[in-house]
């Protein structure tokens, strides 16, 4: 009697297999086949290496094992093997950063997230699966990818970034940033421009720099970007690209609602501290998503106004732009290749910009961001300003944050060491309040130098000389 074969197992068969028992599989790259490209390109000498580029930061050295000899098993002995690379952000771009960074032989990655994840993360963030709904998304992330590629160790963080000193971010050799909001990247460029240190003629030491992949996307658009810190541009000399957070006016979302997005704020910042006063509104939670869904859609309704989604509503609340999965993976490719380059030399380093517009076809460009001069963050020239006798310390406040240094909670000292305003802690607040209603003429002279500090630029000061008009 005739016995059909056995059916082969694929290689996803085998992983799911192990998931199953919780058993280890054993994968064996020695044949070479796996990254024997990438071997091959660190073992060749070329014209083309680090060194011979626009922004150079090291010299190429091939590694001494070339042609017919190189298998993947090699890439222990490579500068990829021994790097330490930190992953900001475990979404849509993180996702596909940690998967090919796995699959480009650096395998001590660190990746750090605040973020649960939501039944909507499941359509481009790969990673995940609906039984990981409610779970940590950097656990989840690590998990999978420590599983799926035995060679790979992935240590995940869940929590904020802000909750990581600065010896944190100062033990990796690079850091990729694939943030979804502004704030959140001009505070760890200013926390990575903040480790350098400058020798007694102001260069900075080589040895205290660690380069930034900043990686974004929006719909079809998405850019990588390298910052090397106090050398190249950083995030903060290109705040101007990047508008203010697009606000509506108090008075149209209470009386006179004309779009969807003006019902939906009149939801979750007029109704919410009404119905909820003693409870904050969680934007990454489900059941309150949910309420300000029916809310906003219930005031839709009565105004006549069409278009009030759930998507919609997460989106305005949480100021989101859809994301593309395709964009995705082209802006990690990039950002994944310029780590490649930065930790190996192997090619040139981008610099210090490229752009990709999917709505215009396959296209990118490359740019070069200048730094700008007078950058709180990575220059160290004194912000210049000039106001009336009469500004008060709270206009000063306002216009700090309104202005183009666009602060969020600024505290102030002056040059003297007198304290002219702290936001923390409460006691120090509370004894520095009377300065704010009174005039900076009272307090400091023309053309003194006040030390201002700012969560959003938490381990930078920014020193800004004062005249009056």
Not at 46 to 75: Q, R, T, W, Y
């Amino acid at each position: 009697m005739d016995t059909m074969p056995e059916k082969k197992r694929s290689r996803d068969d085998m992983i799911d297999e192990t998931k199953e028992t919780g058993e280890s599989m054993d994968i064996d790259f020695s044949d070479g086949g796996a990254r024997r490209d990438l071997m091959t390109l660190l073992s060749r000498a070329s014209p083309f290496g680090n060194e011979n580029g626009e922004l150079p930061i090291g010299e190429f050295e091939p590694l001494s094992k070339i042609g017919s000899n190189v298998v993947a098993s090699d890439l222990a002995e490579s500068p990829l093997s021994k790097a330490k690379v930190l992953v900001v952000g475990a979404g849509g771009l993180g996702c596909e950063l940690l998967k090919n960074l796995a699959l480009s032989g650096i395998s001590n990655i660190h990746v750090i997230d605040l973020d649960n994840i939501d039944i909507t993360n499941l359509n481009r963030q790969f990673l995940f699966r609906m039984k990981d709904v409610g779970k940590s998304k950097a656990e989840v992330a690590a998990n999978f990818i420590n599983t799926r590629c035995p060679w790979m160790k992935v240590t995940p963080y869940h929590g904020k970034i802000q909750d990581k000193g600065p010896s944190f971010y100062a033990s990796f050799n690079c850091i990729i940033s694939g943030l979804d909001n502004i704030e959140a990247r001009r505070w760890l460029n200013a926390t990575v421009c903040g480790l350098v240190e400058l020798d007694s003629d102001g260069d900075p030491d080589p040895s205290t720099i660690i380069p930034i992949v900043d990686g974004g996307t929006e719909g079809f658009n998405g850019q990588a970007r390298i910052i090397i810190p106090r050398i190249s541009s950083c995030f903060e000399c290109s705040l101007s690209a990047f508008p203010p957070q697009t606000s509506f006016p108090l008075c149209t979302i209470a009386e006179t609602p004309r779009r969807p997005e003006h019902c939906i704020a009149y939801a979750f910042i007029l109704q919410w501290p009404k119905e909820f006063p003693d409870k904050k509104l969680d934007k990454d939670s489900p059941e309150d998503m949910q309420w300000v869904y029916e809310c906003a859609a219930e005031r839709a309704k009565k105004y006549n106004i069409e278009g009030v989604t759930l998507m919609m509503t997460m989106g305005v609340v949480k100021n989101i732009i859809p994301a593309v999965a395709s964009t995705n993976a082209i802006v990690s490719a990039a950002c994944t290749n310029e780590v490649v380059k930065l930790l190996s030399f192997c090619s040139q380093t981008l610099n210090s910009y490229m752009m990709y517009m999917g709505t215009q076809s396959v296209y990118s460009h490359t740019f070069i961001y200048e730094k700008l001069e007078a950058c709180p963050v990575c220059s160290s020239q004194v912000q210049k300003l000039t106001v009336s006798k009469s500004m008060t310390v709270n206009g000063l406040i306002q216009q700090l944050c309104s202005g183009d240094l666009r602060l969020k909670a600024p505290s102030m000292t002056s040059a003297g060491g007198s304290t002219i305003y702290m936001q923390k802690p409460p006691a120090l607040e509370k004894a520095t309040r009377p300065n704010l209603d009174k005039p900076l003429s009272a307090l400091i002279e023309s053309g003194e130098e006040l030390t201002v500090t700012d969560p959003v630029l938490e381990h930078v000061s920014v020193t800004v000389r004062v005249t009056f008009e």
